[in-house]
């Protein structure tokens, strides 16, 4: 090997070394355990490795990915993975990420990526379609939720302070800015925060009702609170499914609170605005067209793998406000039909992440999607129903979405953590922990395209067992 370029021998063996890998992974995946016993040996032999001089073979390449890499692996594609919000991926992804990959379009300018900036800005219009958003909104894909909350909420702060948002930032001085979200917002707003520099202690978090929704009366007493105090209240930050319980915020009494009170309403729907495909949830989630700004993320009810988020400004302008800069070395010519999405976020350089939606969508149809988010949210509804006929188990909250939070009846705190812990490491299954309203338990997010009605039985079995033996 020359060169940094494959042969025609070398494509066809890495070819055939990677389609053979994807299939076998996804056809054994719910055999292998769901969560790896670390190999520190072998963690600690690759971290000491020294860089390479010569070049290796790619059989040995993909020989590291079976033997080290794989069984090292938190397996998310598990059909007993049910922590985080981190679903498995569909099965056209792999292909379209190596498409993606072999292309390698710059997608920041529109001159240097065309077909990329036209697929992204269908993209955009599709999912401004799913959750009710004019199509002459402005949006870019992201990472993920956590760039898009922080997108979305730089142009509600910028907003807020006017012309010298861009000169002068929060340096211009004037009275503290205030936002406002419920005690289940998801930590990633509070990140935002510190990065827009407005300050964790201004970001007002306001408690849940029983349903774990913000209470829309402690909001209005807290905004009005803050205005005699001399704070500038400018933005709501309603939850489209909160982390913990996958609770809908009541997005339109928000949303008539905000035009009242002349306040940006920001839509954290990272975890669940996508999940509006279904007819199941559409009505809770009517508010989302009348908000100013939304996350989302195509990686979680889209199902493509990782990174995929986006953010949806419904006025264009003001998004590109906050982001627009011109040097002249980008000769960024004004084109009657592509965006130049360096204008949308903060990135110059940006991978082509909009083909993988962009097939998703073409290639299983929105029908598909809305029928297994009805799925994932049955078998919810299932394990709820387990946990509530059970005297070993206890329901921590209703189960109103996606996600159950339970926990084992008749022991404390310690002890159901004990359980979780045991269940994790046994590679039964991986759940995550729950703290609802400063109970302990455990929480299963169906998120999974393999999951059945046997795994949640192997689950509950499963810890039963553990409880009774640690008991």
């Given at each position: ?18 389609s ?6 996804q ?44 069984p ?20 056209i ?54 760039v ?6 730089t ?53 849940t ?30 939850s ?62 889209l199902?493509t793998s990782?990174?995929a ?94 996600c ?68």
């Amino acid at each position: 090997m020359d060169d940094l370029l494959f042969s025609a021998e070398e494509h066809a063996e890495a070819a055939a070394l990677t389609s053979r890998f994807i299939a076998q992974y996804q056809d054994t995946v719910a055999s292998l355990p769901v969560h790896a016993t670390i190999d520190r040996a072998a963690v600690r032999a690759v971290l000491a490795s020294p860089l390479p001089d010569a070049p290796e073979s790619l059989a040995a390449l993909f020989d590291d990915l079976a033997a080290f890499v794989v069984p090292n692996a938190t397996h998310t594609s598990h059909p007993r993975f049910l922590s985080y919000v981190m679903p498995s991926p569909n099965g056209i992804s792999p292909y379209a990420e190596s498409v993606a990959a072999t292309l390698n379009q710059n997608c920041g300018l529109a001159k240097v990526a065309p077909s990329a900036a036209a697929v992204e800005q269908t993209v955009v219009r599709w999912l401004a379609e799913i959750v009710g958003m004019d199509a002459s909104c402005g949006g870019i894909i992201t990472s993920g939720g956590s760039v898009a909350n922080l997108v979305g909420l730089t142009v509600a702060r910028d907003h807020a302070l006017g012309d010298t948002a861009r000169t002068d930032g929060l340096q211009g001085g004037g009275a503290a800015l205030t936002l406002y979200a419920s005690d289940e917002v998801h930590s990633c707003n509070d990140k935002a925060v510190m990065q827009l520099g407005l300050g964790t202690k201004h970001l007002r978090k306001i408690p849940t009702d029983d349903a774990l929704q913000i209470r829309m009366d402690m909001l209005r007493e807290r905004v009005a609170k803050d205005r005699r105090d001399g704070f500038r209240p400018f933005c709501v930050i309603a939850s489209a499914g909160t982390v913990t319980t996958g609770a809908f915020d009541p997005l339109n009494e928000i949303a008539d609170f905000c035009a009242a009170e002349g306040l940006w309403m920001h839509v954290d729907g990272a975890y669940g605005a996508l999940s509006a495909m279904s007819e199941r949830f559409r009505s809770q989630l009517s508010g989302l067209g009348r908000a100013d700004s939304i996350s989302l993320d195509p990686h979680k009810f889209l199902f493509t793998s990782f990174e995929a988020g986006c953010v949806l400004v419904k006025n264009a302008a003001t998004l590109e406000e906050s982001f627009r800069v011109a040097p002249s070395y980008l000769a960024k010519d004004a084109d009657p039909d592509l965006v130049n999405f360096s204008d949308r976020g903060p990135q110059l350089s940006r991978g082509f992440k909009a083909l993988k939606i962009w097939w998703s969508l073409r290639y299983f149809g929105k029908t598909a999607y809305a029928a297994t988010v009805d799925r994932v949210a049955d078998l919810a509804q299932y394990m709820g129903q387990v946990a509530q006929d059970s005297p070993a188990f206890e329901l921590l909250s209703p189960v109103t979405f996606n996600c159950v939070c339970f926990r084992m009846s008749g022991m404390d705190d310690d002890a159901n953590r004990r359980v979780l812990r045991q269940l994790v490491d046994s590679g039964l299954a991986f759940l995550g922990p729950a703290n609802v309203k400063g109970r302990i338990g455990m929480r299963a997010c169906f998120m999974n395209l393999r999951t059945t009605r046997r795994d949640v039985d192997a689950i509950m079995s499963g810890l039963q067992r553990l409880a009774s033996h640690g008991a």
